[in-house]
């Protein structure tokens, strides 16, 4: 554990069960949390991030192509035996709110929950770690404008959130949610019930694990952890991808050399048309 960051979960449970239908053909047969960045797959700079910040347990999530989500962390982290996948066998007919479901008994105590495609920056954990103690704790970040694919967030004069919602309308719109969410003590068992009782409603399969957040909100146990500052980055277009290198591209002890790189990424993983 790196000596500047504050002590936080001892567990972090990633969703990397999709396999990124708007990054094809790149994710054709690798699943989105495979891509590279510079060279290194998304879910190793994830995973890296939560190492060097004392978190050793670490679930990810995985659907599509399984078999090579589990070789990648079998091969990269076989020093670390509590780094592990569950499987989401709903991947292809459900969203996100079924992999919160598949991973529900591991929410037995503090943890953090990603989406398995956000890139950060390491240190943007010790400012997650050092919140007020609240039981949900929703990582936002501020821009002058939002788009219709952004995860959009309401909130009150103190930084609680009020809504989570993709649909909310600009004058409701504060900030947007960066796929990154601490629970503490309350918090877990909240989230975890909700999450219960959500999928007993067939009609929820297809929900992203943020509507519990949204509902959970209204009990005003939600605070919001501006990462503004912060280098962070969410992968859903090809475009996205360039900008990850950009973001991170000076990282150096987890990165290879740049020049190469850049030109590996480009003539190899991007198509050569964009």
Known sequence: MTDNIQAGPAKAIILSAGQGRRLLPLTENTPKCL????????????????LQAGIE????????????????LTERYARYPRIRTLFN??????DNLASC?????????????????TLFDAGLLSRVFATEKVPITLCVDFKKAYDEDDMKVQLDAEGWVQHVSKVLTA???D???????YFREQGVSLFRHAVEQALRDPAKLKSWYLTIIDMLA?????????????????????DDLRRTETLFALQGSTLKDASKLASTVHSNVLPTSI
Do not use: H
């Open 175 to 181: 900030a947007e949610s960066i796929g990154l969410i």
């Open 218 to 238: 209204q009990q005003r146990v939600v605070n919001s952890c501006s990462v503004q500052g912060y280098n962070w980055c969410e992968i859903d277009f090809i």
């Open 57 to 72: 347990e670490v679930i990810v999530i995985a659907g599509f192509q399984v078999a090579k989500v589990e070789s990648l």
């Open 101 to 117: 479901w598949i991973a529900r008994y591991e929410m037995t105590e503090d943890f953090l929950l990603l989406n398995g495609d």
């Open 89 to 94: 066998p709903f991947y292809e007919v459900a």
């Open 171 to 173: 004058e409701q719109t």
């Open 35 to 50: 891509l590279p960045v510079f060279g290194t797959p998304v879910i190793a700079w994830q995973i890296d991030a939560l």
